[in-house]
């Protein structure tokens, strides 16, 4: 069983930053894709940024392009999203997850190829 513990979140002001860090743990970290995801009030969850296994791939969405960076440090076995230039848009619940199905180089872009997902982690950009 693979667990994923996100930390990192908070409140922050417009063109602040945070960086999150999500924790694996249960399987050989270097076997799978990461990924990002948030979720506002009312709204589905979405993909923000994914990483692929060999860290060599990385894929954002459009509207964090520029301000975010994913990556992924296999010794410590975390994944870290950080996040420049925050904006009041940007406020979700942001969940790590684990793809056990991904290419070496490929990274995971949907929901459903993902099998692993944490608890979440909250934040808010005030304006």
């Known amino acids: 069983q693979v667990q994923l513990v996100e930390s990192g979140g908070g409140l922050v002001q417009a063109g602040g930053s945070l960086r999150l860090s999500c924790v694996t743990s249960?399987?050989?970290?270097?076997?799978?894709?990461l990924g990002w995801f948030r979720q506002a009030p009312g709204k589905e969850r979405e993909f923000v940024a994914g990483i692929s296994r060999s860290a060599k791939s990385t894929y954002y969405i459009d509207s964090v392009k520029g301000r975010f960076t994913i990556s992924r440090d296999n010794s410590k076995n975390t994944v870290y999203l950080q996040m420049n230039s925050l904006k009041p848009e940007d406020t979700a619940l942001y969940y790590c997850?684990?793809?056990?199905?991904?290419?070496?180089?490929?990274?995971?872009?949907?929901?459903?190829?993902?099998?692993?997902w944490g608890q979440g982690t909250q934040v808010t950009v005030s304006s």
């Open positions: 997850a684990a793809a056990d199905r991904s290419g070496f180089f490929a990274v995971a872009t949907t929901i459903g190829q993902y099998d692993y």
């Open positions: 249960g399987r050989t970290f270097s076997s799978y894709g």
